[in-house]
């Protein structure tokens, strides 16, 4: 596991700010998901296939360019790598805690400017899936925006 600590590849993709569109290129493409999983026909299955590979083509290489620091065991990482991760955890936890706050919050909105009538209980299956990729990849999302850019 080593090999993924030390790589190396795609230089110039390893900037933060570069990083950081990763980050916002996943969520947007969560938002884009979560839309296009409530259009029917053909135009809303494309979207939501179109919206997929872009999401998780995103979140893989984010995943490499941050060298999968989140998902590491302790023994592949260095002491301060450990520490490191440790406070991209804790900024991860307070987003889904913001999460958990502003959810309730969202769906009472949206409830009231579309109406409860127009909303079926199987589309609130449909959010369910988005939700959780995007609380599983808080940790990825969290050192791809905050990890600074590499010293050379």
Do not use: K
């Amino acid at each position: 596991m080593r090999h993924l600590v030390e790589a190396e590849n795609y230089p110039a993709w390893r900037t933060r700010t570069r990083r950081r569109a990763l980050v916002l290129v996943v969520v947007a493409g969560l938002l884009g998901v979560l839309g296009f999983s409530l259009v029917d026909g053909p135009v809303g299955g494309l979207g939501l296939l179109a919206s997929m590979v872009v999401t998780l083509g995103a979140w893989f290489f984010l995943r490499h360019l941050v060298r999968a620091l989140p998902d590491l065991p302790d023994e592949a990482l260095d002491e301060r790598q450990v520490l490191v991760r440790g406070e991209y955890y804790r900024q991860a936890f307070i987003l889904l805690g913001a999460l958990c706050v502003l959810a309730p919050w969202v769906g009472g909105l949206v409830l009231s400017v579309v109406g409860v009538d127009a909303i079926e209980p199987t589309d609130l299956f449909l959010v369910a899936p988005p939700l959780t990729f995007l609380v599983a990849s808080l940790p990825t999302l969290a050192t791809g925006w905050c990890e600074p850019d590499d010293l050379e």
